[in-house]
């Protein structure tokens, strides 16, 4: 049997089952199918977990807003051609003004920090969501995961003093680093990306090099210990603040930037955003905008392209499909045409029907594979990418183990039953790459 690797994430994405797009729903709008589902609710979790451990508190705003939110923020000078046309409710009063569907969720985060008055001991403030935001793609541009007209980010927004920004910048890049080495994804090098000597930045001189000098005193710190170059590019920073790019190598061995820790001094100037310092005067506060796992689904079709489509264990649509055979041949092994599902006794069934029911009460997931042929199945359960194939026959039963396969590594073992469900619920809690015997 012969698994044709594929880099392409719609291709993958069609054998392992994760999303399907509906011409109904249109185009750019995929649905998350179960197995796609259960690598995002992995990922979510993962984010919403590593967001709480550095601080942030967890809010909740609505993916839609007034026009005048984003012409304030200035979103809609810039990007009006990438939103989706404004709704009107009704032309008079207060909803005079129409809806849009937001294309960041930053202001929304910008009028939560505004909902109460701050002191300098207040801060630093994080917000995390979770949370859809739009673009407008033409239908031309559409592909996949990788350009959707739903974006679901993983999104927090910090707003601290300028004395705080290197402690900020430390813990979100830190952050940063910890989820892509969790999701396997090895990073290239970090670039500080600052100003030039053009006049074409907002803010004071005297606020870019503060900040500028504390990425990179972080970068100093971080990248060195963590095996990794980083470089600063002049002229690069966007021009509301400095930031920090993480990059990587996708599949094909293109550089990408996959996480960025972005300073800005923009909406906090265009939203009024204070607070009182020690000697009672009003400061403008410093916005941070990061995130770890960043937009779903170009994460989850970065991973299916990195990883060809065998996911991190603990990321994995199946983590073990049960295959129960008939009793064969001590000879044959789990070799094509053998164990046929036929004549697989009650015992059998009932075994692995336990097993199964055992496994998925630790939280794992399961695919029990019964009818066919055991080559058949076992060419099934390596296209849908299961991370491990378990052989469940009388002998197995008789030896109180699974034969287990890693299709992945090739490595085959004999598991003792009472262990299993242990190693594989530790594997998973500690979001493993690998199961380790
Ligand atoms: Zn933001």
Partial sequence: MNDAVTL??????????????SPLVGPGLPLWLPAGAAVRYELEQYAREVAL????EPVYSPVLGKR?????????????????????????????D????????????????????????????????LAPMFRAERSGVLSGLSRVRQINLDDAHV???????????????????????????????????????SGRWLGAPEQWAAAEEALRAVLAELAAPAGLDWHAEPGEAAFYGPK??????????????????????????????????ASGARERVVMIHRGTVG??????????????????FWLAPVQVCLLPVADRPAAAGQGEGQGDGQGVGSLVVDRVDELAADLRA????????????????????????????????????????????????????????????????????RRSARVVW
């Fill in 8 to 21: 392409d994430h719609r291709e993958l994405g069609r054998d392992m089952r994760i999303f399907e797009s």
């Fill in 53 to 56: 451990r550095t601080g942030c």
């Fill in 68 to 96: 005048s939110l984003f012409e304030r923020s200035g979103h809609w000078a810039k990007f009006a051609d990438d939103m989706f046309p404004p709704m009107v409710i009704d032309g008079a009063g207060p909803d005079a």
């Fill in 98 to 129: 129409p809806l849009v569907l937001r294309p960041a969720n930053c202001p929304h985060h910008a009028q939560i920090y505004a909902s109460e008055p701050r002191s300098y001991r207040d801060l630093p403030v994080r917000y995390s969501e």
């Fill in 159 to 197: 707003f601290c003093r300028p004395d705080q920004v290197a402690d900020e910048v430390r813990v979100a890049l830190s952050a940063v680093l910890e989820v892509l080495d969790t999701l396997g994804i090895e990073v290239l090098y970090l670039r500080l990306s600052g100003r030039d000597d």
């Fill in 244 to 277: 920090i790019d993480v990059q990587v190598l996708d599949a094909r061995g293109h550089e990408e930037t996959l996480a960025t820790v972005q300073l800005d001094f923009n909406q906090p100037e265009r939203f009024d955003l204070t607070y009182v310092a």
């Fill in 295 to 312: 937009a779903m689904e170009r994460m989850v079709a970065f991973l299916l392209e990195r990883h060809a489509g065998r996911l991190p």
């Fill in 362 to 429: 630790r939280g794992l997931r399961v695919r029990v594979e019964r009818e066919g042929s055991l080559g058949n199945r076992i060419r099934l359960a390596r296209k849908s990418r299961d991370a491990l194939l378990g052989v469940l026959g009388p002998r197995e039963i008789e030896a109180g183990v699974l034969a287990v396969t890693d299709p992945g590594s090739g490595v085959k073992t004999s598991v003792p039953l009472s262990a299993l469900g242990d190693r594989l619920a530790e594997a998973a809690r």
